[in-house]
């Protein structure tokens, strides 16, 4: 049984330009313990999605679908109940770090207050448990970060106490937003460890969204990736890099360098706009195997393998790859 | 290497800091040396903070260095007054990370494109107009977008602005710090295709900026690796990437993600312990020896004595009193891939 199951989600932005249609019938399942990626290039509705489930979307958005979690559609339950599951039960780590922290607070108040909100700890209690919070993530000698302010603290560490406060209440889900992006390569390998470390040891499941090829790679166990608002492939993490089936996600692997592989390919154009969407499939413009099927309808997704799912009219691997 | 395009010598740049309670200078880059000979690309790749982006600020003459020499096809450029910099910038011209607060917003893109050409009074009237059609075509931007103002294009076609901007007078050397860290992969791929089709075309060095290793290893002849202001490493890519000796390089090159789970997931990773030292007090003796897994091996001379940057043959430059004494660190092998 998944932890979560988030169907048909949908989320509508009322602009004054009109409509954006920023998610479009996402469905997706999450396992207990479990790390899944969320891939796509800037703009595709990986944020939107995962904030539109905890209701942390501006009143310009509509949000359609559903989303069970513990016996609630999160989409539907009472403003008290989701204030329950937020934060306690379900954690998000923004994709900013410098602004999601309070400037004026020491860290330590800031993870006690999540203690002292959600489980009602006593003050010396929630001090107690923000050092070994602080620890869990790592921190070099927490007992003085504790006491703190985030600009004493370094990028990487601040991302640390971000997931330490996501952390607080044992959630269990954790839903990080490019926790990694801003961070160089020696902090993004800590952070890495630390995810894979937390649901290793607390068993927490792991949203993990990223434009990162490589960070998927490393600690994803299964990967969705969106294009235009759309789930257009699916996959266990081995299975998605052996044989992508989707033409935009054989366009991704291709344009990032690795060593020994040749020049890089590019993916020619560029994301359409989600306010005037092409009529058939959202990728057709840009797609090498785009015929008149394509480009008037669009694709629904399929099964095509064990857990592998695309959304494509002549899904395969990409035949220049393959030369 | 013939006569070097770039040659900087012990460079040295201090920032005084004031108030709140932290009183002395940042030494942001602290005896840096390196050269890039003509059509050579070099990678200059390091921790956040390590101070990469001081080095090309230096280099551009937008800061003052405290202290060094930089030379410009065998000119001494680091004392030269504006006035004196003027003919000579037409030779070097920088491509910065952010393509949105890099360009002027008031003026067009064609006008940003066209404007070194101008005051450098080498085209005027219907002629700079042809010269910059033909720097947009040339970069892959449709001619009617030089009319259009910077915020009206999207973050890839800004780039591709500023990179038409900096070839407009054909520059000797191409300073890019970060050009393509804020774009989406496929238009990362386009603009890197771009610049190493241009640097083929046109011959230019380059001192490529960047913390992304494989961008590095896709487009530069050789690579300098900095730690907290000075260089650790120096060496042809293959070199470095298939025989990195500094532990921090080692560190670095095992942190580097690959979009392949098969291979990423069989990867050992040396992780550095803490942060990087403040760069106000950094630590004596060897500057990476508060993180240097292999610590107390070399102490107490990594204490006591700055490692010097040696060549251990073939233009390999490190410097690690381990490597000295010949036991070179192997805290991490590289990936068995054809080079
Ligand atoms: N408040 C809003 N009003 C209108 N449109 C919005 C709003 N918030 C987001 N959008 C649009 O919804 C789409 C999806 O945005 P989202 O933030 O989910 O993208 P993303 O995949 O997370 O991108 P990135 O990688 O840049 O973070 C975008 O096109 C965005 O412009
Ligand atoms: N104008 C300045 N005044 C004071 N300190 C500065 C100034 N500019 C840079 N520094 C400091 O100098 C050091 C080197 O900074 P620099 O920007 O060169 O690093 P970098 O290697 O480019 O880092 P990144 O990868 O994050 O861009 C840092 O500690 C930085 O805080
Ligand atoms: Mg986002
Ligand atoms: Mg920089």
Excluded: W
Excluded at chain 1, 1 to 17: A, G, I, K, Y
Excluded at chain 1, 246 to 258: D, I, K, M, Q
């Amino acid at each position: 049984m998944s932890l979560l199951e988030v169907e048909d989600l949908s989320v509508r932005f009322d602009t004054d330009d009109g409509p954006v249609h920023a998610v479009d019938h996402l469905s997706l399942t999450l396992g207990e313990s479990e790390v899944l990626g969320v891939v796509g290039e800037s703009g595709c509705g990986k944020s939107v999605s995962f904030m539109s489930l905890l209701r942390l979307l501006p009143e310009t958005a509509t949000v359609n679908g559903t989303a069970r979690f513990d016996g609630v559609d999160l989409l539907r339950a009472s403003g008290s109940r989701l204030r329950q599951i937020r934060g306690r039960q379900i954690a998000f780590v923004f994709q900013e770090p410098m602004t999601s922290l309070n400037p004026a607070f020491k860290v330590g108040n800031q993870i006690g207050e999540v203690l002292r909100r959600h489980l009602g700890l006593s003050r010396a209690d929630a001090r107690a448990r923000a050092i070994e919070l602080l620890h869990l993530v790592r921190i070099p000698s927490p007992e003085r970060r504790v006491d703190e302010y985030p600009h004493q603290l370094s990028g990487g560490m601040r991302q640390r106490v971000m997931i330490a406060m996501a952390l607080a209440c044992d959630p269990k889900i954790l839903i990080a937003d490019e926790p990694t992006t801003a961070l160089d390569v020696t902090i993004q390998a800590g952070i890495l460890d630390l995810m894979r470390d937390i649901r290793e040891r607390l068993g927490t499941a792991i949203v993990l969204i990223t434009h990162n090829l490589g960070v998927v790679a490393d600690v994803a166990d299964r990967v969705v990736v969106m294009y235009a608002g759309r789930k257009v492939e699916e996959a266990p993490v081995h299975e998605l890099f052996a044989r992508p089936q989707h033409p935009y996600t054989n366009g991704l692997l291709g344009a990032v360098p690795r060593p020994g592989a040749g020049r890089l390919r590019e993916i020619p154009g560029r994301v359409p706009s989600l306010a005037e969407l092409p009529r058939g499939c959202a990728f057709a413009p840009r797609c090498p195997r785009a015929d008149e099927i394509t480009r008037s309808n669009v694709p629904d997704l399929r099964s095509i393998g064990p857990q592998h799912l695309v959304a494509c009219f002549h899904p395969g691997p990409d035949v220049e790859a393959v030369a | 290497m013939t006569e070097p395009v770039l040659e900087v010598e012990g460079l040295v740049k201090h920032f005084p800091v004031r108030g709140l309670g932290a009183k002395g200078v940042v030494h942001a880059v602290d005896g840096v040396s390196f050269r890039i000979g003509r059509g050579e690309l070099l990678g200059l790749v390091g921790e956040s903070g390590s101070g990469k982006s001081t080095v090309a600020n230096c280099v551009m003459r937008l800061v003052a260095p405290t202290a060094g020499a930089i030379r410009l096809n065998g000119t001494d450029i680091t004392r030269l007054s504006r006035r004196a910099l003027r003919p000579l910038r037409r030779s070097m011209h920088m491509v910065f990370q952010d393509p949105y607060s890099s360009l002027d917003p008031r003026m067009t893109c064609g006008q940003i494109v066209g404007e070194p050409l101008d005051v450098q009074g080498l085209a005027r009237g219907r002629d700079l107009d042809v010269r910059v059609s033909q720097l947009f075509d040339r970069v892959g931007l449709r001619d009617e977008l030089r009319f259009r103002y910077p915020h009206e294009l999207s973050g890839g076609q800004r780039q591709r602005v500023g990179l038409a901007r900096a070839l407009a007078v054909s520059p000797e050397l191409l300073v890019a710090d970060e050009p393509v860290s804020a774009l989406d992969v496929s238009v990362q791929a386009s603009i890197l295709n771009l610049l190493r089709d241009l640097q083929e075309e046109l011959g230019f060095s380059c001192l490529f900026i960047t913390h992304d290793l494989a961008t590095v290893e896709y487009l530069c002849d050789r690579v300098a690796v900095m730690y907290l202001g000075q260089i650790v490493e120096v060496a042809p890519t293959r070199e470095l990437f298939g025989n990195p000796k500094h532990p921090y390089t080692q560190s670095l090159l095992s942190a580097g993600v690959v979009p392949d789970p098969e291979v990423q997931r069989s990867r050992t990773r040396v992780v550095l312990e803490g942060d990087l030292p403040s760069p106000l007090e950094p630590p004596s003796g060897c500057r990476f020896r508060t993180r240097c897994p292999l610590e107390p091996r070399s102490a107490p001379q990594s204490h006591d004595e700055e490692p010097p940057l040696v060549d251990v043959g073939d233009g390999h430059l490190v410097a690690c009193h381990l490597v000295r004494r010949g036991e070179t660190p192997d805290l991490y092998r590289p990936l068995e891939v054809a080079r």
